[in-house]
């Protein structure tokens, strides 16, 4: 009974942090060629790249059409579902984040159903991060004409032909910031960037790591390495390293601005000695602030000295795609180089190229190639054994045929010939 209890408690600790360390606003059912629309929640430290993305029937993985970004501090996922009915399951791997308050990994999945009658109409894609005007394209899948109600830039109506509609929306009148376009059945996430805001609201700055733990050998000084990344979409500024001067020293110091999808990295050394420390340094700028968690402990035993998080780090490029000059592939695109691991995930330095389908037809030529073979020596072999077997019949039929009747000499002739021969 206690061992099923321990077993239990072990269980709930294992799972339960992890199920609400991430959620997603995912339904249970779709319909059959439904766009789908998500948000993912929870304490995401470092972003979600669309590699990380998967969706499985079973134990088999499907090739939806989906995308996934990141809009503010929140994560959105759009996808086109299938038009047949069945069970999947979404995956969300390798998600950075805190359970009880300390970095961990997590695999994040759950299930859906696509079920019911076939969609009225999709819409793809399924949010927008712009500057410019928006585009969007609305299969129908009827027969006749449908109107639906669009309230982006204004309340009106669009009337929907069967087959694919190219709706384009002017954003000129309309201000910066976040909203969701109410477009007939879907609400699509939109968020509009003005290049000349400065607004905070809009930033997700986060330190790399989020918690420094080390065990350092009595005696020494230790210098940590760390960075602050700024994954929004606008320029950071007016930092402030709010610490305890007589523990810690920053360098640098002071930081201006860190720009969209970049980071700057500092070092951070540990002034006293044989002191454990369990601090907190607060990076604000403004109303927003984020804490960096110090935990430092001392040993006698060399052996048992540890930084666990250098190893992450340093395995981390430290840099965000835009600054290695390169662009993230989409889910049906390879990059025509190796994907560089970058801060914002699986970054290409070449070209994003579509994915050539798969052709199977050689295998069709091997197979014919082969039946030939097996044809011809087939033929050969059968026509090499009929021969032998045409000359095996004629010497039987030589030996059982009949020899030729010799003319029987009678006695009489004999005695003649033998008479004239004495005579």
Known sequence: MKRMMFLSVLFFALIIPSTYA??????????????????????????????????????????????????????????????????????????QTTISGNPAIINFNQSFSISGELISYSVSPGFFITSKDIQFIIRLNKDLPETISLDFPAEHQIVLQPGENIIDLSISSVESGFRKINLGIYQIPLLILDETSSGFTQQ????????????????????????????????????????????????????????????????????????????????????YSRDLIINISYTENESETNTPYLEAYEENSGYYCSELSGVFCSADEVCSSSPISALDGQCCTGTCDAQSETSYAWIGWVIGVIILIVLIWIFFKYKKSGKKGNDKLNDLMNKTKPSPISPIKSPITSMRQVNNKDI
């Open 204 to 287: 997700n700055i986060n330190p790399f790591p989020p918690k420094i733990e080390s065990i350092i050998l009595s005696g020494k000084k230790e210098t940590y390495p760390f960075k602050i990344i700024n994954s929004g979409n606008f320029p950071a500024s007016n930092f402030e390293f709010i610490f305890n001067p007589d523990i810690f020293e920053i360098n640098p110091s002071t930081i201006s601005t860190i720009t969209p999808n970049s980071s700057i990295e500092f070092n951070l050394t540990i002034k006293t000695i044989n002191v454990p420390i369990y601090e907190n340094i607060t990076i604000s700028s403004g109303d």
């Open 22 to 95: 991430i959620s997603t606003d995912l339904k249970e059912t779709y319909q059959p060629g439904e766009t789908l629309i998500i948000e993912i929640s929870g304490n995401i430290l470092q972003p979600i790249s669309s590699s990380d993305i998967e969706f499985k029937r079973g134990h088999i993985l499907v090739p939806f059409s989906y995308d996934i970004k990141r809009i503010g501090d929140r994560y959105f996922l759009y996808a086109i579902l299938p038009a047949t009915e069945n069970n999947y399951t979404l995956f969300i791997n390798n998600i």
